[in-house]
T-cell receptor, first 113, second 110 residues
Framework: KAGVTQTPRYLIKTRGQQVTLSCSPISGHRSVSWYQQTPGQGLQFLFEYFSETQRNKGNFPGRFSGRQFSNSRSEMNVSTLELGDSALYLC????????????FGPGTRLTVT | EDQVTQSPEALRLQEGESSSLNCSYTVSGLRGLFWYRQDPGKGPEFLFTLYSAGEEKEKERLKATLTKKESFLHITAPKPEDSATYLCAVQRGGSEKLVFGKGTKLTVNP
């Protein structure tokens, strides 16, 4: 069974630009969560989607947004990039909402210059 | 506010030298505590879920235990391939998000 896939794996952007990251969950999984990982803050929850609806949101500014499609694939968008947005962005999928054995993808390494 | 503290931040062991990693938590109404392993450049790999105090789970050389205030990940006779960062996370009842600790970086020398 294929795992969680994320594209692209690496991305370099300039301050002020926007970026879209993609996540395909494990087949049959309907819940997708996004996390930001940095050396200083560790793993921090961004948001969770289930059935195309955002169910939970972490403490991030409105520049961070996401969506989920009918096939459970998800995208997250960061607008007006700042240097501090440089991080590893991780997507995790689980079978359903509230079932929390989450399986993570390899992440997208975003560098903002 | 939910908090997870892992200790030590880093641990160096010789191959075969058993030890334990600690995860202490403050959360209102724990729903579950999760252990993950993360290798450099990769996403976290799920290891265990613990739901209630007194529960224990084992997988190969790893054993996770849970009390009302903390969890331990015991590593018995570790091998160099056990080297990784081990992450602990909690989920509060009524909330779906995971709150992670900052991890323990384990290095096992041959």
């Amino acid at each position: 069974k294929a795992g969680v896939t994320q594209t692209p794996r690496y991305l370099i952007k300039t301050r002020g630009q926007q970026v879209t990251l993609s996540c395909s969950p494990i087949s049959g999984h309907r819940s997708v969560s996004w996390y930001q990982q940095t050396p200083g803050q560790g793993l921090q929850f961004l948001f969770e989607y289930f059935s195309e609806t955002q169910r939970n949101k972490g403490n991030f500014p409105g520049r961070f947004s996401g969506r989920q499609f009918s096939n459970s694939r998800s995208e997250m968008n960061v607008s007006t990039l700042e240097l501090g947005d440089s991080a590893l962005y991780l997507c995790a999928s689980s079978l359903s909402f509230g079932v929390y054995e989450q399986y993570f993808g390899p992440g997208t390494r975003l560098t903002v210059t | 506010e939910d908090q997870v503290t892992q200790s030590p931040e880093a641990l160096r062991l010789q191959e075969g030298e058993s030890s334990s990693l600690n995860c202490s938590y403050t959360v209102s109404g724990l729903r579950g505590l999760f252990w993950y392993r993360q290798d450099p450049g990769k996403g976290p790999e799920f290891l265990f879920t613990l739901y209630s105090a007194g529960e224990e789970k084992e997988k190969e050389r790893l054993k996770a235990t849970l009390t009302k205030k903390e969890s331990f990940l015991h590593i018995t006779a570790p091998k160099p391939e056990d080297s990784a960062t081990y992450l602990c996370a909690v989920q509060r009842g009524g909330s779906e998000k995971l709150v992670f600790g900052k991890g323990t970086k384990l290095t096992v020398n041959p």
